[in-house]
């Protein structure tokens, strides 16, 4: 079986934006039952130092949102970076999800050698390959976000375990 860059990244990254939609989901059960400002949970840290949750959900789809794009040579959709509410995390969750959909497979396959270069606002431009940056780059990034979306949830009481995170793989399409 041929390597295929698109089987590697958009029914991944579909499931676990779904999953962590999900996760949001009980963040947000979980403030309503207990009568919390729902923002309290949206703009919580795990230490001072770092990114609040509203952050982490706009680093996670940013990643894979740019992944995408970049792999197949088009345009990224611009997000406000505003969002704090629940609603609005999952509405960018959806949006995210969307335009990863909105590719097909040849689109992506083919783009394991493709020259990727990013340009971070500091510092100098790094250049991957296709695959190298997929998973060098993106992968960790995109994972990491989502672990701490996960544990400021539950460093916050939300009960949240495993399953929550890793969902059930029988119904993603590959």
Known sequence: MQ???YQATA???VHILTQLKHILKKGEDYATARKIEPTVLT???LFPDMLPLNRQI???TDQVKFCMS???G???PKFDDKEQTFEELQAR???TIAHIQSFKPAQIDGSENKAIEIKPAQGNPRKYQGMNYLFDSVYPNFFFHVTMTYAILRHNGVEVGKMDFLGDHE???R
Do not use: N
Request: charged share 25%; no cysteine; aromatic share 8%.
């Open 3 to 5: 390597f295929s860059m």
């Open 11 to 13: 029914p991944g990254f």
């Open 93 to 95: 969750i959806d949006k």
């Open 171 to 173: 119904h993603v399409k």
């Open 43 to 45: 703009t919580a840290r």
């Open 70 to 72: 970049r792999l197949a």
């Open 74 to 76: 088009t345009e990224a």
């Open 58 to 60: 706009h680093i996670a």
